[in-house]
């Protein structure tokens, strides 16, 4: 079964300028993630998808952040415009439960990450 | 927040030893799960244990919930040099769809 897969794994970038991260989850999983991983910290949610749906996005910095997940498949997650602080390792995953209200939820499986320096 | 706190953030041992982390967390929860990151790779799922669980094993892991005290423990026995990593809780907390992690901790084991 092939995994959660991103691109790109590495990006550097000034700032001021744009970016944007490609996931593909596991087949089937209804449940999409994008976590954010500061250096030396644990991942945060940013915004968590089921289906086509924002299930939560409210720790997503909306006026700079955006993320979209097409027929309920694919999601990209754009910075524009980027600031030194979102230098970070940006983590996709997916699920096949969870993301519903009352739905516990399940094991995620973690993409390799993308890792973005702002200069 | 519904993060959980590990604790302690850094332990170094010798292959062989047995390595313990511990995490707590603030509200009522689901299930609590632990996870692996290698040093530049993604999270790798370890173990989940739920609410009305107290303990849990998995090949040379142990994981124990104690839900009056809101932590968990993370045992790692007879500890190999593959071992090194981070290791993050992560809470599904009651009423809430999101899987909060903790700060991690990083294990060497030395060879």
């Known amino acids: 079964e092939a995994g959660v897969a991103q691109s790109p794994r590495y990006k550097i970038i000034e700032k001021r300028q744009s970016v944007a991260f490609w996931c593909n989850p596991i087949?089937?999983?209804?449940?999409l993630y994008w976590y954010q991983q500061i250096l030396g910290q644990g991942p945060k949610l940013l915004i968590q998808?089921?289906?086509?749906?924002?299930?939560?996005d409210s720790q997503l910095p909306k006026d700079r952040f955006s993320a979209e997940r097409l027929k309920g498949v694919d999601s990209t997650l754009k910075i524009q415009p980027a600031k030194l602080e979102d230098s970070a390792v940006y983590l996709c995953?997916?699920?096949?439960?969870?993301?519903?209200?009352?739905?516990?939820?399940?094991?995620?499986?973690f993409g390799e990450g993308s890792r973005l320096t702002v200069l | 927040s519904q993060q959980g706190e590990e604790d302690p953030q850094a332990l170094s041992i010798q292959e062989g030893e047995n390595a313990t982390m511990n995490c707590s967390y603030k509200?009522?929860?689901?299930?609590l799960q632990w996870y692996r990151q290698n040093s530049g790779r993604g999270l790798v799922h370890l173990i989940l244990i739920r609410s009305n669980e107290r303990e849990k094993h998995s090949g040379r892991l142990r994981v124990t919930l104690d839900t009056s005290k809101k932590s968990s423990s993370l045992l790692i026995t007879a500890s190999r040099a593959a071992d090194t990593a981070s290791y993050f809780c992560?809470?599904?907390?009651?009423?809430?769809?999101?899987?909060?992690f903790g700060k991690g901790n990083q294990v060497v084991v030395i060879p």
């Open positions: 995953a997916s699920s096949s439960r969870g993301g519903r209200q009352g739905a516990n939820t399940g094991e995620l499986f």
């Open positions: 509200t009522s929860i689901n299930n």
């Open positions: 998808f089921q289906n086509n749906g924002v299930v939560d």
């Open positions: 087949s089937g999983h209804a449940t």
């Open positions: 992560a809470t599904d907390a009651e009423g809430n769809n999101r899987l909060a």
